[in-house]
C-alpha cells in the first residue's frame, strides 16, 4: 500500500502547477482522498478532499476558485491542479488517503 505524489517544484506567482499521486494496493475511489500541505514552522493542514464513490469535493478557503482536486479511476491517481500560485501557497504537499496512508510529499515553490 502506497501513495507516491509527484509534479511539484517551483513557480512564479500566477502560474500553474499540477500534483499527481499514484495509489498503489488499493482502489481510489472507495476512500476518501485528499492534499494536505505544511509549510515551515506551520501545521499541516487539508487543501482539498474528495469523496469515495463520486466527485463531492471540499476545499479549504484560501484555495477556493484555484485548486481543484480530480480522481482518475483508470490511473488510479488523485490529482490537484493549482492555478493562480500565490507565495503562501509555498509547502511540501502531501497525499492522503482516509485508509490511513500518507505519500512522502512534494515540494512547491512560488517565488519570483
Known amino acids: 500500500v502506497q501513495l507516491v505524489e509527484s509534479g511539484g517544484g517551483l513557480m512564479q506567482p500566477g502560474g500553474s502547477l499540477r500534483l499527481s499521486c499514484a495509489a498503489s494496493?488499493?482502489?481510489?475511489?472507495?476512500?476518501?482522498m485528499s492534499w494536505h500541505r505544511q509549510a515551515p514552522g506551520k501545521e499541516r493542514e487539508m487543501v482539498a478532499k474528495?469523496?469515495?464513490?463520486?466527485?463531492?469535493?471540499r476545499y479549504a478557503d484560501s484555495v477556493k476558485g484555484r485548486f481543484t482536486i480530480s480522481r482518475d479511476n483508470a490511473k488510479n491517481t488523485i490529482e490537484l491542479q493549482m492555478n493562480n500560485l500565490k507565495p503562501e501557497d509555498t509547502a511540501v504537499y502531501y497525499c492522503?488517503?482516509?485508509?490511513?496512508?500518507w505519500g512522502q510529499g512534494t515540494q512547491v515553490t512560488v517565488s519570483s
Open positions: 474528495i469523496f469515495a464513490l463520486d466527485t463531492n469535493t
Open positions: 492522503y488517503s482516509s485508509r490511513g496512508t
Open positions: 494496493g488499493f482502489p481510489v475511489n472507495r476512500f476518501i
